[in-house]
């Protein structure tokens, strides 16, 4: 739940103030760096993080109402290996 309200909350800023965002995470990313005050994001790469933030609050909304593995039609999930072994037919 707390998981999911930090993805939402980061989501909304990601949408609402793209070019702050960028700023905090240009400035922590690039601590070592000499200026990197003086980076500019291009336009493309603004309106990319806009639509991407606003895609991480949809999906952060909408995950309670998705079926979890465990949420199933009831069916049990067999214990066993993921993918068969398939024997070749060299001898």
Known sequence: MLLRA???VTGVAGAAVP???LDICARSMLVGYENPED???EEWYV???RYAGLLLAVAALI???LPTPSEGDGEEIED???VDVIQS???
């Open 63 to 65: 995950a309670p109402f």
């Open 39 to 41: 980076l500019e994001p």
């Open 19 to 21: 070019e702050k965002l």
């Open 47 to 49: 309106a990319t993080t």
């Open 89 to 91: 037919s060299d001898n």
């Open 6 to 8: 930090l993805t939402f």
């Open 80 to 82: 066993g290996p993921i």
